[in-house]
């Protein structure tokens, strides 16, 4: 098969990056000055084993490669805020032999979050959804790093809405060879709402710093269990903080990589490169919808959220809220529900 890797940032330039280096054929899609950087000087790839410079094709949309093939798999790893957009483009590309992408070839969802599929499946008749657990940073225009070892990542790996099938365990197949583990599960949505649970703390690493305090923990537990409880009311199966550390294991660990530093999660990069746009809407956001749909208030969702909107809207730097005011605002926001 072919993996066309349709936004080869921080999580697609990893994985894209190890595919090539197992010998699997790869195509990246990127935009901008990271498309320019792929294209003339290749993905530097970072990783604890040392640097790999993969010169792989690059294009920055399906029209610059003509058909499609009918072994094509389609690896989505943009952030779930640009989704809509990737998916009105590659939908219908053309695949030799008839059909289009949509028709006939299977999309694999590997993003934070649970909506990207769901957009996939009004358009794409074979969804995938993946649970990404692969820490790994967009050091700048062509270079990626992912400091994990000796797995790169595990990515839980099923068919969407739910079950398996073979196409499921031959991108499973070919990722094992490539510094991954990826478990083929029937109900990958479980595993995906634990990681969202995970997740809710992007924002609030993003606008108020790392969690390294017993402050900041604190904080998080609030937000992660005020999204338990959202789940639970919905009756949403996830899988526990002990069954996600026993698959992991000591499989992932993470190691300094010299002379790149590592940033925070996705949000807080996404704040650091000045993008406009971060990904706290399909985040906390979902928590909130969520909480409004079955009656679960959820004030400090709702604050992450705006606050993480506000802070990329208005590029503002990450982590500059001090923490006790943000604890103070979170406070304020539970009271005013609590009252009203």
Avoid at 132 to 145: K, M, Y
Avoid at 223 to 251: H, P
Avoid at 304 to 331: I, Y
Wanted: hydrophobic share 40%.
């Amino acid at each position: 098969m072919r993996y066309i890797v349709i936004g080869a940032g921080a999580v697609g330039g990893a994985i894209g990056g190890r595919l090539a280096q197992a010998g699997h054929e790869v195509i990246l899609v990127a935009r901008g000055a990271h498309y320019t950087a792929l294209r003339d000087r290749g993905l530097r790839l970072i990783t604890p084993d040392g640097a790999h410079t993969h010169h792989l094709p690059t294009v920055d949309g399906p029209a610059a490669l003509g058909d499609l093939r009918p072994d094509d798999v389609l690896l989505l790893t943009v952030k779930t805020q640009d989704t809509e957009a990737a998916l009105a483009v590659w939908a219908p590309a053309p695949v030799t032999g008839g059909g289009t992408a949509a028709e006939r070839l299977p999309l694999v969802c590997a993003q934070n979050g649970v909506e990207s599929q769901r957009l996939a499946l009004r358009r794409f008749r074979r969804v995938y959804g993946v649970c990404v657990w692969l820490p790994s940073t967009f050091v700048e225009p062509g270079v990626v790093s992912a400091a994990g070892t000796p797995l790169t990542g595990m990515l839980h790996l099923g068919r969407y809405p739910h079950g398996t099938d073979e196409t499921a365990h031959r991108i499973a197949a070919d990722l094992a060879k490539s510094y991954f583990e990826a478990p083929v599960v029937p109900d990958v949505q479980r595993w995906q709402y634990a990681k969202l649970l995970g997740n809710l703390a992007n924002a609030l690493e993003a606008v108020g710093g790392p969690l390294d305090s017993e402050e900041a923990r604190a904080l998080y537990g609030r937000v992660r269990a005020e999204g338990e409880r959202v789940l639970d009311a919905a009756g949403i199966a996830y899988a526990s903080a002990e069954e996600q550390r026993a698959t992991r294991g000591d499989k992932i660990t993470l190691v300094p990589l010299g002379g790149v530093p590592r940033g925070g999660g996705s949000s807080w990069q996404s704040l650091t490169r000045g993008t406009g746009t971060i990904e706290a809407d399909h985040l906390n956001g979902e928590i909130a919808l969520l909480g409004r749909l079955h009656g679960v208030p959820t004030p400090l969702n709702d604050l992450l959220q705006r606050l993480a909107n506000r802070f990329a809207r208005e590029r503002r730097e990450a982590g500059s809220l001090p923490l006790p005011r943000l604890t103070r605002m979170a406070d304020d926001a539970v009271a005013f529900v609590q009252e009203d």
